[in-house]
C-alpha cells in the first residue's frame, strides 16, 4: 500500500507541496494513458477538465484503492473525488499555466482539497513542469489575481495571481518521471512554463476533498466512506 511518509506529509503542512516517487510502476499506467491519448488527446477533447461526470473509466481509474488509500492520510477517511483533469500540452505549443492558487477558481466551503498531480511520461523543466512557491498556501488564504487573455498569452488559465504577491526566484520545480506525483495544497500558488520542447507533457490530475466540505456543483463522486455533508452534496455516477 503506498501512503505517504511522515516527512512528506510534515512537508504538505510546511511548504504546501510534496513529492511521492514511484506511485505507480511505469507499465500500470498503459492502461489510463492509451485512455487519455485515444478518447481525449486524438478525440479533441482537450482540455479535458472533470471528464470523470460523464466518462465512468476516469471515475473507476481514480477511485481505485490504491490512490484513496494514499489520499486517506491527508483528507480522511470520507473521501468525494471531484476534478480529473487531463493537463496533456502538446510538444511545441504547449500552452503556460500562470500562476495562480487554485482556491481562486473553486466553489466549495470550506476549501479543504488536496490535488494529486501524476507524471504520465516524465516532465521536467524542458516540456515545462509545474512549478511551485513553497509556502504561500499558509493561512489559507486567497490573494489578489487578475484577468488575462489566454488565447493572446497561449495561456491554460484565465487568472494570474498579482505579481506583488510572490517571488517567483523562490519556486521549486516539480521533476517527476513516469509514475512520481506532485501533491499540491489548494491555497499554495503554482504554475508552468509553455512547453516548447519537441516532447508533450502528460499528467493526470486527481483532486479529493473530504465529504465534510460542501460543494452543489454536481461534480462530485463519493470515492470512499460516507456523506458528511448532512445531504447536501450532490454526487455523480
Ligand atoms: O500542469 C499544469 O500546467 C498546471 C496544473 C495545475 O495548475 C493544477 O493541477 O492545479
New binding site residues.
Partial sequence: MAVPTSEELQQYEKDGYFIHRDLFKPEELHEVTDYIMEHVVESHRLPAVQPHIQDAFFREWCSQDHLLDFVEPIVGPDIALWTV?C?Y?PPISG???PW?Q?AVYWEMEPVVTC?I?LALEQVDEEN???RVLPGTHRGNRKLGHHGIDRVKENA??GLETNNDQFDESTSVSMILDTGDCSV?HSHLI???MPNTSGRS?N?L?M?YMPTSSVRTTGDLYLARGRDLSEGKNVYCG
Fill in positions: 483533469h493537463f500540452k500552452p503556460r499555466t495562480h487554485d490535488s498531480w515545462g513542469c509545474m491554460s488559465l499540491h503554482h504554475g508552468a507533457r499528467g490530475v483532486r
